[in-house]
């Protein structure tokens, strides 16, 4: 059986956690699978990626910082890729190179385990980056009450928000979150990576409705800050390991047709992440 050939672009790479998902789920669809990780840089991206296209590769994924020269370079694009104008996943085709974004409905599928609504609700979003340009849309779609996006750079959370003229969707920079003004909170997506800086971004308690959830993408020690804030202070907290495993699904479907199950992986990978620590 030929291998199915993919790969990861990114800088860094090496500690990735996509091998050993994209290894799972090919072994429950019975799939020799070959996942290369590149270290690549912007500048010899496109080069590095038309090497892997031509050794027969069926896509890769790309993480930070290429997502936004892997949505340049692609010939087609879906809606998701196109409004975040960002991809993390590129599929190799006949004509050209498809890209897709799957960041957004991963973390919707993962938000779904927590039974988090976001009709009506009132949430904000920390960090205006790639990962929050892949869930905004995301979180747009499921109308919510308000969306409040607050960041270090704040015009790069008014980018975020350009096209909406709802009065409740706003952008601000990171001290204004604290402002009497704003709503309590249902949901609050940390999208920093302050995390990987051994941080969190400064919270209050009162940010908070009751019951409300703060979902941190960060995953493994750069979810450690956040989480022991949260615990701290009586705040539901969930990383972002589930997410990592559903856009990596989505991903999957797209280069296989096929639609692997994510729990068990999910179980797994989390059990080998507490033995580590
Ligand atoms: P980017 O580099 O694109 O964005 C980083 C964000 O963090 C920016 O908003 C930046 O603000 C902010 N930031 C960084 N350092 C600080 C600081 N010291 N103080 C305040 N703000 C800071 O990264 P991504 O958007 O791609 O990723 C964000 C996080 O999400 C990462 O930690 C990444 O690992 C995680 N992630 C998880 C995924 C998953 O599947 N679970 C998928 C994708 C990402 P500014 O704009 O001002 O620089």
């Known amino acids: 059986m030929e291998a199915l050939h993919l790969a990861l672009f990114g800088n860094p790479v090496a500690h990735s956690l996509s091998p050993a998902i994209h290894q799972a789920f090919a072994d429950q669809c019975g799939l020799k699978l070959d996942y290369e990780l590149i270290l690549a840089t912007e500048e010899n991206f496109s080069e590095q990626l038309e090497q892997l296209r031509s050794s027969g590769a069926r896509g890769c994924n790309i993480t930070v910082p290429l997502k936004v020269p892997a949505h340049n370079i692609a010939d087609t694009l879906s809606t998701a890729a196109a409004t975040a104008g960002a ?33 009506g609700k009132s949430v904000a979003i920390i960090g205006a980056g790639g990962a929050a340009a ?7 779609a499921q109308s919510p009450d308000t969306l409040v996006i607050a960041n270090r750079s704040p015009e790069k959370a008014a980018d975020l928000l350009r096209q909406q003229l709802n009065p409740n ?43 409300a959830l703060l979902y941190d993408l960060n995953y493994g020690t750069a979810a450690e800050p956040l989480k022991t804030w949260c615990n701290n202070n009586g705040i539901r907290y969930r ?32 059990s080998k992440l507490r033995q580590k620590n």
């Open 134 to 140: 892949g869930i905004t849309p995301v979180i747009l």
């Open 239 to 270: 990383d972002g390991l589930g997410m990592l495993v559903e856009q990596a699904a989505l991903a999957f479907t797209l280069w296989t047709g096929k639609s692997p199950e994510t729990q068990a992986v999910l179980s797994d990978l989390r």
């Open 87 to 119: 991809a993390n996943t590129l599929v190799f085709q006949q004509h050209g190179v498809f890209a897709d974004n799957t960041d957004g409905l991963g973390w919707l599928k993962d938000l779904d385990r927590t039974d988090t609504s976001i009709k």
């Open 169 to 211: 969707f706003r952008s601000v920079s990171l001290k204004q979150l604290h402002q009497p003004d704003l709503p309590k909170f249902d949901l609050l997506v940390n999208a920093t990576s302050i995390g990987h800086q051994g941080k969190h971004p400064e919270l209050f308690p009162e940010l908070f409705n009751p019951d």
